[in-house]
């Protein structure tokens, strides 16, 4: 069975710093490029970051660059979000999810998504 599992999220003071991880069973992350969103209560979900599949490129929304910063590590199979400066606006659930695509642009590129990980940024 093909599933990604995302950890990592929790409650976190602004300022604070968390390490989402996102691992993949079934199938190998590394022919994959793999994407973080995330999703506030009435909010759609918004991509957050991007490593490419062959290259490692990585692309970050603007709300995040320079604070957030996405890795993959094939040898565990995993992909890291490592989220600093952590803002309330960060708040949402986040997910990871997988693509074919050497660069997906939408998130209906990507097949396969994980059950999201709570962040919650509040003093």
């Known amino acids: 069975q093909l599933q990604l599992v995302e950890s990592g999220g929790g409650l976190v003071q602004p300022g604070g710093s968390l390490r989402l991880s996102c691992a993949a069973s079934g199938f190998s992350l590394a022919h994959y490029s793999i994407g973080w969103f995330r999703q506030a209560p009435g909010k759609e979900r918004e991509g957050v970051s991007c490593?490419?599949?062959?290259?490692?490129?990585?692309y970050y929304a603007d709300s995040v660059k320079g604070r957030f910063t996405i890795s993959r590590d094939n040898a565990k199979n995993t992909v890291s979000l490592q989220m600093n400066s952590l803002k309330p606006e960060d708040t949402a659930v986040y997910y990871c999810?997988?693509?074919?695509?050497?660069?997906?642009?939408?998130?209906?590129?990507?097949?396969?998504w994980g059950q999201g990980t709570q962040v919650t940024v509040s003093s």
């Open positions: 490593i490419t599949r062959s290259d490692g490129d990585t």
């Open positions: 999810a997988a693509s074919p695509a050497e660069v997906p642009v939408t998130k209906y590129e990507y097949d396969y």
